[in-house]
């Protein structure tokens, strides 16, 4: 699933993404960060990134989360009814 984001939400994913964390969460938006295509606000997020945005959402990182892909993938964030 191809999504375009817009600069509010690319500024959060950066701000995540900048966190000095190691931890699981903070290294998955460093990887969407870098997948990121900057030019034109698109990324593409497949199964697997959906699958684990949906558990970090279920573990407490809702708000945040919300923030950056609520507009796109709706207040479940693809869930998808899981």
């Known amino acids: 699933m191809k999504i375009k984001m817009v600069v509010g939400e690319i500024t959060e994913l950066n701000r995540m993404s900048e ?3 190691k931890n699981g969460f903070h290294r998955f938006m460093w990887q969407l960060w870098a ?7 698109e ?10 945005l949906y558990r970090y959402r279920l573990g407490g990182y ?5 923030r950056v892909f609520g507009r ?7 869930g998808l009814g899981w």
Do not use: C, N, Y
Request: net charge negative.
């Open 19 to 21: 966190s000095g964390s």
């Open 43 to 52: 990324i593409e997020l497949d199964d697997t990134d959906l699958a684990k």
């Open 62 to 66: 809702k708000k945040k989360l919300l």
């Open 72 to 78: 796109t993938l709706g207040p479940d964030l693809g």
């Open 35 to 41: 997948r990121l295509d900057h030019d034109t606000g």
